[in-house]
């Protein structure tokens, strides 16, 4: 079913450049349309079903009998929504930033029940090492960039510190935390997971918990069957976790990966921590977990990595071929 966003506003070129950038993402469940007379968007709505109507300020009371499911409104000043009829959403922003909005606002409103993209599963590819400061998290994201050149990728940080943010120097009004509570509340749906994903070069990522103790809002188990609904709903085809150091809590997560990347090194300490490591999977595992698991020695970074342009410098230096090579095999 095709869900229709429609745009008026008095400036066409701006409901134009909207609609366009809508329709280019594929994870955006919309088909966006730009209206720029009231009597063809009354018309449309009249004969087809609008399921959100972006109307400019000044255009409120043109399209408050035009039939819609909702009606938010794009604002070009202060946001004073207590006294507003419609949600008002800052217009001069992101096309992603105002989508989220979008999303969040849609999503505050009764959903329709097993809402979810349609699709084949998304691979799930799990970055996981019993072995500290061995490039885990740098690999997991060259990972994703390389691959989202091509394909749709998710990218999602388990650790209790990821530092993910620092790097991106990003700011969020929802995480994984977030994510967490709703699948716990059974209130979690695709479209409100949208309203939560954000853009890094390529590649979509959920934020990570801001607090560690965070992710213990769920069971190991909770949070494996969470990733696979995840990859079998959200319309992507690849997801990607960097599983943090959650003891025997890794198993169940690692049990729904459909390959797991184990970054190793070479000294002694390392190599009895991967002893031990193998010696639980013995015990614990039915065998499954240990056959998806590939062993890799990463490349030595031949130089520092900084804070700045952090993304090509990984993309572009002795990981990136790395990781390039590691794909086309």
């Known amino acids: 079913m095709i869900r229709v966003l429609a745009v008026f506003g008095m400036d066409p070129s701006y409901g134009e450049r909207f609609a366009d950038y809508v329709n280019q993402k594929e994870k955006i469940p919309f088909t966006a349309m730009s209206f720029s007379s009231v009597e063809k968007l009354r018309q449309y709505g009249e004969e087809h079903v609008i399921e959100i109507l972006l109307a400019d300020e000044d255009a409120r009371e043109l399209v408050r009998d035009v039939k819609a499911k909702q009606i938010m409104v794009l604002c070009q000043g202060e946001l004073v929504e207590e006294k507003e009829e419609f949600p008002a959403i800052y217009k001069y922003q992101s096309g992603d930033c105002v989508m989220r909005e979008v999303m969040a606002r849609y999503c505050s409103q009764p959903m329709e029940p097993a809402l979810a993209l349609l699709g084949s599963r998304a691979v799930v590819i799990g970055i996981y090492s019993p072995v ?3 490039l885990k998290s740098s690999l997991a994201l060259t990972m ?27 700011d969020y009004r929802a995480d994984l935390s977030d994510v967490l509570y709703l699948y716990r509340q059974g209130t979690y749906n695709w479209m409100r997971l949208k309203s939560m994903v954000h853009n890094w070069g390529s590649m979509d990522y959920i934020p990570p918990v801001r607090y560690g103790e965070d ?25 990607v976790v960097d599983v943090g150091q959650m003891g025997r809590g890794a198993l169940p997560v690692l049990s ?11 000294d ?62």
Request: glycine share 6%; charged share 30%.
């Open 132 to 134: 500290n400061r061995c």
């Open 144 to 170: 994703c960039q390389q691959m989202a050149r091509q394909e749709a990728v998710l990218y999602m940080n388990l650790e209790e510190y990821s530092g993910f943010s620092r790097l991106v120097c990003g």
């Open 215 to 239: 992710l213990s809002q769920v069971t190991p188990e909770e949070m494996a069957m969470l990733i696979d609904r995840i990859a079998c709903e959200s319309g992507y085809d690849k997801v």
């Open 256 to 266: 729904v990966c459909d390959v797991v990347y184990m970054p190793v090194r070479e």
């Open 268 to 329: 002694c300490v390392s190599a009895a921590k991967i002893e031990e490591f193998e010696e639980y999977l013995e015990a614990a595992d039915d065998g499954s977990v240990r056959e998806r698991i590939q062993k890799l020695k990463l490349p030595r970074m031949g130089s520092v990595i900084r804070r700045e342009g952090y993304l090509e410098q990984l993309l572009f230096g002795e990981l990136g071929d790395f990781v390039r090579q590691l794909l086309t095999k």
